[in-house]
């Protein structure tokens, strides 16, 4: 059971022991957010640079239809954008959710 960011642990008597803090969990059963990004300033960085590309993505608008090379380029880049979008937004959320105590990861 989750209390407060700290995961209940029932031992070996059957009662309830002590919850633990994360820090104190074994590895195996904490998720591996570095696996997306290896730290907050990597995910800072990446959402700098996706916020310009969303403004890349408004030169397309009304030109979708001058080519099938400019609809591709469109959709590539939409494509890519959107990939990384993905992963800021699970890599926030699962930072949230790892305690819900802090609220630099609410928003």
């Not at 009662?15 to 997306?36: C, H, N, P, T, V």
């Amino acid at each position: 059971m989750w209390y407060s960011g700290k995961l209940q642990d029932k031992g070996d008597g059957g009662g309830s022991a002590a919850l633990k803090e994360r820090e104190e969990m074994d590895r195996a059963f904490q998720w591996k957010l570095e696996d997306i990004f290896a730290d907050d300033a990597e995910w800072e960085t990446t959402f700098n640079m996706v916020e310009g590309q969303l403004g890349e993505l408004g030169k397309w608008q009304g030109r979708l239809s001058e080519s099938a090379a400019t609809l591709l380029a469109c959709l590539q880049l939409r494509d890519a954008v959107e990939e990384v979008l993905t992963r800021l937004y699970v890599y926030a959320g699962l930072k949230n959710d790892q305690d819900t105590r802090a609220s630099r990861y609410q928003a």
